[in-house]
């Protein structure tokens, strides 16, 4: 009997010690096999076939240290491998609900426990046809109307291309829709939301669907208010509906015919069914909306016509009062300040300046109103490079000309030699700011070149060197990332855009005050100021 006791004793606790050493290894590394010895019921067939098939157990379910493990764990984790996700859902409506409620839904309600499966698999919860359904788990109404409506019935009819929630939501992100960096804030639904299919070329072309929809829109009342950020303004949404958007021809659309009264008046109390005879996305044409077409080609007629004919008079009787002008110039003896041949320089610089600024400006700002002449007819803005560089080739060409006439001719030599700056210069300058401020009642008597004209001469010559130099750089991009490193085209750009900026506002400043709005100088009309003639002033 003794012998027997101990014999018992020793087998149980040899026993015991090698249940202890099992334990103590299962706790250093629990194999997948380890759990499936219990959970043998999912095992194989779902976790194995999943998109985590080849994790451990252990890497999601962290609490467990040992076999077998307590019936209560706690929940997952999944930011610990999905960060960002989990980042943008807690900034979502789900996230932030589910703070306050057990029941907003969590990962494991949209992709599955332990049978998450590819994004691309058919059985996946989360695969294009099946995400309304699993939306549906908890927005069954919605989801309901939904399936009723045009996209809903292309998802069963299989197009890949139909939108479902996650297409108009988002995914992780999804927002109130009265959160403005929601997807369908009113705002941006219509553009960033509807449009992303609506004017979708590939889509509209696929299923022939009209393409002019979203920017019809956004040109209408109602989308230029939406563009200034106007939020009782009606968008996509207020008049096609939502989840329930039923296509024009069928009875029970909201824009059906018969119903628009209704719909429109939702903002437009007392409407009638006048509002049916004619397009709410206007698109003139000989086709369709042919009064607002023909109304808008008798204008742009008659704007032609009588501005065009305004600029027409006024530039032959401006002709004809310059040519008087030099005409008495020549009676008096004065001499002009420029010749023939400088007078030439200086009109094509002033239409290569004019211009450069101008094509280079609208590259920079292409949704400036004053940039329409190049996105309206070309938005790749091709024929915009033409025209910036054949002005620029242009350009260069009067530089390269001019720098010859100042260095040979007798004429231009004489002109830079007036032009070379002198102390003169400097004490001109502040004596006739000190004159201006009123402490000294002496002004100073400035040469035909004083600072004002060299100041520009000088400024000009050295802009015209930069904007040439990095113009060059930026135009043969391909040799310049070859010879020099990235960032000094970044900096070749920065300098071609500020020095275009210095450049014009100089010449707006600078330029036209001291030969345009100066009193002293032509063309400003002396009667404006004083309200007497210019003869008046002579006999005076």
Known sequence: MNRFCKASYAFAFL????????????????????????????????????????????????????????????????????????????????????????????????????????????????????????????????????????????????????????????????????????????????????????????????????????????????????????????????????????????????????????????????????????????????????????????????????????????????LAKLKEHYAKKKEKNHSLCFTLNERIQHLVLFITFALLAYTGFALKFPEAWWALPFTAWDPTHRWRGWVHRACAILFSSLCVYHFFYVCLAPRGRGQLKSLAPKRKDFSDLVQTVRHNLGISKNKPVLARYSYVEKAEYWALVWGSAVMILTGVLLTFENISMRLFPKWALDVATVIHYYEAVLATLAILVWHFYFTIFDPEHYPMNWSMWTGRSGEEKDEK
């Open 15 to 318: 026993f015991a010690a090698h249940f202890l050493g099992c334990a103590a290894a299962r706790a250093e590394e629990i194999k997948n096999e380890d759990c499936f010895s219990c959970h043998d019921t999912f095992a194989a067939a779902t976790f194995t076939a999943s998109i985590h098939g080849s994790n451990d157990c252990v890497s999601c379910h962290g609490d467990i240290k040992e076999l077998p493990h307590p019936d209560k764990l706690s929940a997952v984790k999944c930011a610990g491998c999905h960060e960002k996700e989990a980042a943008a859902y807690a900034g979502s409506i789900h996230g932030t609900v589910k703070g306050g409620t057990p029941h907003a839904a969590s990962c494991v309600d949209c992709h599955g426990s332990h049978e998450v499966l590819p994004l691309a698999s058919p059985q996946s919860k989360m695969y294009h046809f099946n995400v309304p359904a699993t939306c549906g788990g908890c927005h069954r109404e919605i989801v309901t109307e939904f399936e009723r409506s045009v996209h809903g019935k292309a998802v069963k009819a299989g197009k890949f291309e139909s939108p479902v929630c996650t297409d108009c939501h988002g995914e992780h992100t999804i927002k109130s829709h009265l959160d403005p960096s929601s997807k369908i804030y009113t705002t941006t639904v219509s553009e960033k939301t509807c449009g992303a299919c609506h004017a979708a070329e590939k889509i509209v072309s696929k299923y022939r669907l009209p393409s002019d929809r979203l920017q019809t829109f956004l040109e209408s009342y109602h989308g230029l208010a939406s563009r200034q950020g106007i939020t009782t303004v009606a968008n996509c949404a207020s008049c096609h509906g939502a989840h329930d958007i039923l296509p024009s021809s069928d009875p029970a659309s909201s824009v059906h015919k018969k119903n628009l009264p209704q719909t429109c008046g939702q903002c437009h109390p007392n409407v009638s069914g006048q509002l049916a005879k004619g397009s709410v996305h206007l698109a003139p044409s000989l086709d369709r909306d042919r009064a607002v077409y023909l109304v808008s080609v008798f204008y742009v007629f008659l704007i032609i016509v009588v501005i065009g004919g305004m600029v027409l008079h006024n530039l032959l009787d401006f």
